[in-house]
């Protein structure tokens, strides 16, 4: 799998979380995390799903090129929600039917993006440290 699939992958689904969250917060948080939300959960639901869909339109691929920056900022973004989503399960005590498949997917995806991740940064570290 080439870096612009997998980058073009891991940013639609950033991109479908984020569609998700805007048109139904409390649906994706009880599917998610088995819980209700407030009327302020419902706000900051769809403000966090702006920020995954806005995540997801930066990192897409543009032609044949991807950056470093996303291609880091996808690595990041799945790293830490994995680790996140399994802490809320494990210590949290959240339940949700959807809580372990997206554990298992933002792993997978932080999993296959580490080593293009690390080509792209060291390869852009190493180009301006020689200028």
């Known amino acids: ?7 073009t992958i891991a940013a639609a689904v950033e991109v479908t979380a984020g569609l998700a969250l805007i048109a139904d917060p409390a649906f994706v ?6 819980a209700s939300l407030s009327s302020g959960g419902m706000a900051v639901g769809r403000v966090g799903g702006f920020g995954l869909l806005s995540l997801g339109l930066a990192c897409w691929p543009s ?3 991807v950056t470093a920056r ?6 990041t973004y799945n790293l830490l ?9 494990v210590v949290g005590g959240f339940v ?27 390869a852009e570290w190493l180009g301006s440290s020689q200028v």
Not at 1 to 7: A, D, K, Q, S
Not at 102 to 110: D, E, S
Request: hydrophobic share 60%.
């Open 81 to 89: 929600s994995s680790l996140y989503i399994a802490y809320l399960s």
């Open 29 to 34: 948080v009880h599917l998610l995390v088995g």
């Open 1 to 7: 799998m080439t870096t612009r699939m997998l980058e």
């Open 96 to 122: 949700g039917i959807l809580l372990w498949p997206a554990c298992a997917l933002h792993a997978f995806l932080a999993l296959l993006l580490v080593r293009p991740t690390y080509i792209a940064v060291r």
């Open 70 to 75: 996303a291609t880091g900022a996808l690595f």
């Open 63 to 65: 032609g044949a090129v």
